[in-house]
């Protein structure tokens, strides 16, 4: 029974030395001139903060963006056989213009259409003319002419089918593609 017990108290002791030796803590750090340095402050209320307002920074910048492709992708119509542009048609280039100088990165091309009145030769004519017209336009406000190509379907994709004015008034066009950015 002496012979249990000290074996028990052995294998008790040898736990608890174990166990103290496990339990140390590392010096503290210290700098080059052997200074504790104390320990790092991490406080997540500010990281959170800064994770939140980065967060909303790039929802915002995602959505400028958003509304950048809308205000570029806008069409611009023509009168019956006229490439000048529309006193409405000014306005919305310049909404694009101010979308392009905020977002450099985008470039786009610029498609002309006519509606099916006209031979094939003088409708892609006319809508070279109006693509033209358009990037004219946008070089004036001061659009780097480098970021903008044009092309002329004529009256190959028509936005409506139909043969009548309202139809036809919409397929007087410029579309505007954005290729990259």
């Not at 069409?75 to 979308?99: G, V």
């Not at 004519?125 to 336009?137: S, T």
């Not at 970021?147 to 190959?156: A, F, K, L, Q």
Request: aromatic share 6%.
């Amino acid at each position: 029974m002496l012979g249990r017990r000290l074996t028990l108290l052995m294998v008790t002791a040898l736990a608890l030395g174990v166990a103290a030796g496990c339990s140390r803590k590392q010096p503290p750090a210290t700098d080059d001139r052997g200074r504790v340095e104390p320990p790092p402050v991490t406080d997540t209320a500010d990281a959170d903060a800064d994770a939140e307002a980065r967060r909303r920074a790039e929802e915002e910048a995602r959505l400028a963006r958003e509304r950048a492709y809308g205000s570029i992708q806008d069409m611009i119509y023509f009168d019956f056989d006229r490439s000048d542009l529309s006193e409405e048609a000014r306005q919305t280039l310049q909404m694009k213009a101010e979308a392009l100088r905020q977002f450099p990165d985008i470039r786009i091309r610029i498609e002309g259409h006519a509606d099916e009145r006209g031979t094939v030769e003088y409708n892609l004519a006319l809508g070279e003319r109006r693509a033209d017209a358009a990037r004219a336009y946008l070089v004036d406000l001061g659009i780097d002419p480098d970021r903008m190509t044009t092309i002329s379907y004529g009256e190959e994709r028509p936005a409506v089918e139909g043969q009548n004015e309202a139809a036809w008034s919409q397929n007087r066009r410029d579309e505007f593609v954005i290729l990259g950015g």
